[in-house]
């Protein structure tokens, strides 16, 4: 009997998981470079769907102290097709799985828990860093913003001629045979659509900025449909990179918490995190 891949990896979500890198990674604090290693290795504590760089701590510039603070709150949250996982947004302290929680002491102040020390032997001179912590990621010579690359995963974005309908409690939002739709491993297909076929006039800009390592940095809208007020419910990348350049400045909205129809069906809302 044939594997759905989309099973198999869900299978071992709640696993340790490891997997070497070939870039050369650098993380910066302060304008001082703390990591700096052509050996690094992408790890999935369990239940976590995004990745955190570990570096040997010999390729460290920072001393490594016991963390004092309190371990963070797991924010479980679920997703089609699988058990539930950590909300993207949970703090990198909530470990999952044994080991030393760190701080990096440098000659320019601490960061507190930003690393961490696995117990898993397949680890051992490694520490999990903490992306948050730095000011300034690289791969190779190229800054990364929001998580380190999965190697996993990619977005892929394609025109096409579908009659896309977006509404809430019958009030139209947008409605277009011009999409674009965003495909990203493990996402619902996002739907990236013509500002002139979208209801504007009832959508609000807000101060909500999101980042993606895949398309840059996004800015939001909420939506007013009737009485119903629904927050940051649509965003749009204004100055893309250049994965996303298709979706330049083109709307997409959360069909978790809306009504979809394509091609005249409609589609069941989807579960993640957004929902």
Known sequence: MAIQLRHLLWSVIGDLRVHPVRKWIRAVSRDRTIADTRNARLVWEPRRVVGSYAVPETDLDGELVPDRGEAAAENPV???????????????TAHTTPGTSLTIRTPDGDLPGAAFRADDPDLAGYVILDWAAFSQWYEEDEPVMGHPHDPFDRIDCLRSSRHVQISFNGVTLADTTRPTLLFETPLPTRFYLP????????????????????????????????????????????DPLHDAAPVRGLIAFFTERLDLTIDGEPQPRPRTPWS
Not at 79 to 88: A, C, F, R, Y
Not at 198 to 222: F, I, N, Q, R
């Open 195 to 238: 500002r002139e076929e979208v209801a504007m006039e009832l959508l609000e800009p807000t101060s909500t900025h999101t980042v993606c390592a895949y398309k840059g940095l996004a800015s939001y809208w909420t939506a007013r449909a009737g009485e119903t007020v629904l927050p940051d419910i649509a965003w749009s990348y204004e």
């Open 78 to 92: 679920s997703m089609e097709d699988g058990p539930p996982v950590l909300d993207p947004h949970t703090p990198f």
